[in-house]
């Protein structure tokens, strides 16, 4: 089991470092929701583990990040890249898990060490790499350079602030 999801998660590495786009990751749709599921679940683990939120902010958080989901495929379906986009959102959903777990262990082990406030710093800085991740995901998808898929993931984030305050003080904006 192991050794057949070391390769994606290998994968799901690469492109967070940006040596890699959406195109490794296989055209499947059981992958798609398994990375959704993992993404929830994250998503959980983060509110547990934050004192000062609570379920409210994991539902803002996953209303938040399916809005993501739909600008950046309104993106690739306007790019008339529309057979990419199952791929796209596998690897923006499993980019995410990835970096939603960094953050888990961060947090997890800096808070006793050096507090709340500075280990929150620290770790969400981590969740802020998801706009150039995204960016470059993006940017491989529609065929574009770098700056544009990164504008986009910016853009998508300032909507995701924006929709925040609509939705209530969720933290945890990206996807």
């Known amino acids: 089991m192991i050794a057949g999801v070391l390769p994606l998660l290998t994968t799901l590495f690469d492109i967070i470092r940006l040596r890699k786009g959406p195109e490794a990751i296989p055209h499947s749709s ?39 989901l739909l600008l950046y495929a309104l993106v690739v379906v306007s790019s008339q890249r529309s057979p990419r986009l199952l791929q796209t959102l596998t690897a923006i959903l499993g ?32 969740l802020l790499w ?31 602030i924006q929709l925040s305050s609509f939705f209530g003080p969720a933290d945890l904006a990206t996807p």
């Not at 958080?61 to 993501?68: E, M």
């Not at 150039?132 to 300032?158: K, S």
């Open 30 to 68: 059981v992958l798609f929701v398994m990375c959704l599921v993992a993404w929830i679940v994250a998503g959980e683990i983060i509110v547990m583990l934050i004192v000062e939120l609570d379920q409210s902010d994991a539902v803002s958080s996953i209303a938040l990040g399916v809005v993501a």
């Open 95 to 126: 980019c995410g898990v990835l970096l939603q777990c960094f953050f888990i262990v961060s947090y997890s082990f800096l808070m006793p060490v050096l507090g709340r406030g500075i280990a929150g710093v620290v770790s969400y800085l981590l």
């Open 130 to 160: 998801s706009v150039p991740v995204e960016g470059h995901i993006i940017a491989r998808t529609i065929d574009r350079q770098w700056y544009v898929g990164f504008l986009v993931a910016l853009a998508v984030f300032l909507i995701q």
